[in-house]
């Protein structure tokens, strides 16, 4: 199956299917050791190319640094690639974004493939240009808007993915369903749907948005539901405590906290995508030491304007609402639900 996206500043096919031969010139695979280890022969057995180079960065979000960048840039330096080379990034997200923000640089910008090997990268960030690293102030603070010429997904890669890695994709998966997808969403609740279908529907939702709104300044701002809260979860614990997929998850029951909150959803609504969220065995609490803290990181977050916080909750399950200018003491309210009781072990 293809589905294309078609954005202001490259069109390009998404592939689900076996991962057919390519023909290429000069090209640099970056991928991580745990994908080398267990995929990279199957990669290269498919690849016809003049020259060919495996470039390695250590996996984790902890490594979406400069330090792996320059790494990367250098052995690409030493490879003398140019600029009609390619760069094929083979791994997860991390590794997708870093290769993408890579490419996005390298001689003021080179083609890039994605071939995902997770499901968090299959239905989500392999898609849509976003690229980037991370640095002390957030995640994904740096980067670059930077299309792939391509993304192909072969779902032989899910057959060697830990359980919890698969699970942290299917937060992005029910993240796309809540926000525009009534019948995705029950159709997930009631187990209707091969993971195929899974990956299917989550792409054309995320290709249908990125044709509409390439560099996020409107409706693309959507898929960061849960990432606002989840964001900030994740540099407070340095990247080292929860998959992407899982923070995002617990950002998304925050979020949903702060919707009911102000009415835009029932009680029941969030219950079902609480349960749905746990069918997957995702985190679905964080206990926050300081409220006051957490609130300050927002500030530090790309999506924060003009010293305005946007939410992106829930409006019932299928819909949205982006917020802006939510009052503090309301937000508030919403993270001291989550406050660690300090007397609690006393």
Not at 96 to 102: A, C, E, N, P, Q
Request: glycine share 6%; aromatic share 10%.
């Amino acid at each position: 199956m293809t589905i294309n996206i078609t954005t202001q500043t490259k069109e390009y096919n998404i592939v689900i299917d076996t991962l057919e031969k390519m023909t290429l010139q000069k090209v640099a695979i970056i991928t991580n050791p745990t994908v080398s280890g267990l995929h990279i022969n199957y990669l290269t057995s498919k690849l016809q190319a003049q020259e060919m180079y495996i470039i390695t960065l250590p996996d984790g979000e902890e490594y979406k640094t400069f330090q792996s960048v320059n790494y990367a840039l250098d052995r690409l330096f030493d490879a003398k690639l140019d600029r009609n080379s390619m760069i094929i990034a083979f791994g997860g997200g991390v590794i997708g974004d870093m290769s993408g923000f890579i490419a996005s640089i390298f001689l003021r910008g080179i083609d890039f493939i994605q071939i995902p090997t997770t499901l968090l990268a299959m239905v989500d960030s392999s898609v849509g240009g976003k690229t980037g690293i991370n640095n002390k102030y957030g995640k994904n603070l740096i980067g670059a808007f930077w299309q792939p010429n391509a993304v192909y997904i072969d779902t032989k890669f899910l057959s060697t993915l830990p359980k919890r890695e698969f699970n942290a994709g299917m937060a992005e998966v029910i993240k796309m369903a809540v926000m525009f997808d009534r019948v995705f969403f029950e159709n997930l609740a009631d187990d209707k749907l091969t993971i195929e279908q899974i990956i299917r529907n989550s792409i054309e939702i995320k290709a249908e948005v990125v044709n509409q709104d390439e560099k996020e300044k409107g409706i693309r701002s959507v898929l960061n539901y849960g990432h606002t809260f989840g964001h900030v979860i994740e540099n407070l614990t340095n990247y080292s405590t929860y998959l992407h997929g899982e923070a995002v998850a617990i950002g998304m029951v925050i979020a949903n906290k702060l919707a009911v909150k102000l009415g835009y959803l029932d009680e029941y609504e969030e219950k079902e995508i609480l349960k749905l969220l746990q069918k997957y065995d995702l985190p679905t609490y964080y206990e926050i030491d300081d409220v006051e803290e957490f609130y300050q990181h927002f500030f530090a977050d790309k999506k924060t304007l003009n010293n305005t916080i946007k939410f992106i909750i829930p409006h019932g399950i299928g819909n949205y609402k982006i917020l802006q200018n939510v009052d503090k003491d309301v937000i508030l309210e919403v993270l001291n639900q989550f406050k660690r009781d300090k007397n609690a072990n006393l």
